[in-house]
């Protein structure tokens, strides 16, 4: 699978179309914000979402963990949306296929079950954030912007950004959100929702185009829009 190739505080890092990061120095992925069980949620409901886009996720994550074969996977929060219910039963059968791999989650907004339930399932659980070497991984964006010993990787955002090219055509593609001491890492999730992020100095929009990343800069981006 290809990807774009960063480096962030003196390692190598490589930003996956799939809405992951992969760390092949400690054999890693870091993913943020799935909402697995939330497609099942809102037809409990009573609204008709297909049963095919929940599936679609699950299908990702074990192309992803089967073509990396990582010792570590970690989840920046909202790994399962709701309550508990039949769902959850996906994601035991997930962590038992994958026992080489060890299951981190640091817990989201929306991960409302009991600890002992993410605990029994296999996944080692971390209430606000964990130190993972030179990085801090966490749920939720820094409220202040400013320099922290540890550069943080966190989710909650749902990031994308807007493109506007010629004819007024415009494209709203997810990203990877990336400041100068953090970056919020895409909705990995089908069923999430993107939210639109704009760009300033010192920042860049990672897009993720169907099987690539590209970076776009904030003269790239006002550059384009003047086009439009």
Not at 165 to 179: A, I, M, N, T
């Amino acid at each position: 699978m290809a990807g774009l190739s960063i480096n962030l505080r003196g390692e190598h890092l490589i930003l996956l179309p799939l809405r992951a990061v992969y760390w092949p120095g400690q054999s890693c992925l870091f993913i943020a914000d799935l909402h697995l069980g939330k497609a099942r949620h809102f037809r409990k409901e009573g609204i008709g979402v297909p049963e095919a886009i929940g599936e679609e996720d699950y299908s990702k994550l074990y192309d992803l963990l089967k073509e990396y074969s990582v010792d570590d996977i970690y989840f920046l929060g909202d790994l399962f949306h709701s309550e508990h219910n039949k769902e959850w039963e996906k994601v035991e059968e997930m962590v038992q296929y994958f026992s080489r791999t060890t299951f981190h989650l640091i817990l989201g907004n929306h991960d409302i079950l009991k600890k002992s339930l993410y605990q029994k399932a296999g996944l080692e659980v971390y209430d606000q954030y964990l130190d993972l070497g030179p990085f801090k991984l966490t749920h939720e964006p820094p409220e202040v912007e400013v320099e922290n010993e540890k550069f943080i990787f966190c989710g909650h955002i749902h990031p994308g950004i807007g493109i506007k090219g010629k004819g007024r055509q415009h494209v709203r593609l997810p990203c990877f959100y990336s400041h100068n001491y953090y970056m919020i890492l895409p909705a990995y999730g089908t069923f999430t929702g993107v939210k639109t992020l704009t760009l300033s100095e010192g920042n860049i929009a990672y897009a993720i185009l169907k099987d690539k990343v590209i970076p776009i800069k904030e003269n790239y981006s006002k550059r384009k829009n003047a086009r439009g």
